[in-house]
């Protein structure tokens, strides 16, 4: 039994060829974070006869029983990647779109004391900080600024 089989298995779901397809796709890319087109288009270079709406379906799957998380950065368009466990963050460039991940002790330690400032109790933390990536910097057309 292969290791994406018993994986899913261990969150109730049968191992069906997509799912175990997808998966190998997203842990096998050099690239964290996969939209369904990008996961798609794989498929279809790897010689897969997967429909679309299968890979979106079998992404919804896989983000349901916890092996994936979906994020949706600037512009709307959500992408997954291997949940891991380890909580992280985001850099994102808005000139090509690369996203970076990062983690910091500092910026842990201060969403909590935010949220216990205002009384919250957290469930989950998401942060997504937007700028222009080293090479588009170097790039004529790479947009500008702070904010």
């Known amino acids: 039994m292969s290791t994406q089989d018993q994986?899913?298995?261990?969150?109730?779901?049968k191992a069906t060829l997509p799912r175990i397809k997808v998966l190998?796709?997203?842990?096998?890319?050099?690239?964290?974070?996969?939209?369904?087109?990008d996961v798609f288009r794989r498929l279809l270079e790897q010689g897969h006869d997967v429909?679309?709406?299968?890979?979106?379906?079998?992404?919804?799957?896989?983000?349901?029983?916890?092996?994936?998380?979906?994020?949706v950065f600037d512009g709307g368009k959500a992408v997954f990647e291997?949940?891991?466990?380890?909580?992280?963050?985001?850099?994102?460039c808005v000139s090509c779109g690369r996203v970076d991940e990062f983690t910091s002790p500092v910026i842990e330690k201060v969403q909590f004391e935010v949220a216990d400032a205002h009384g919250y109790e957290l469930s989950e933390r998401r942060l997504a900080l937007y700028g222009v990536c080293p090479a588009c910097q170097k790039s004529a057309n790479a947009p500008r600024?702070?904010?």
């Open 82 to 92: 291997m949940n891991e466990g380890d909580h992280h963050d985001h850099l994102i």
């Open 24 to 37: 190998e796709i997203i842990r096998g890319s050099e690239e964290r974070h996969l939209s369904a087109e």
């Open 51 to 71: 429909g679309l709406a299968t890979v979106y379906r079998v992404l919804s799957q896989l983000e349901a029983a916890g092996l994936l998380s979906r994020n």
């Open 7 to 13: 994986e899913l298995r261990s969150v109730g779901l």
């Open 145 to 147: 600024g702070r904010n």
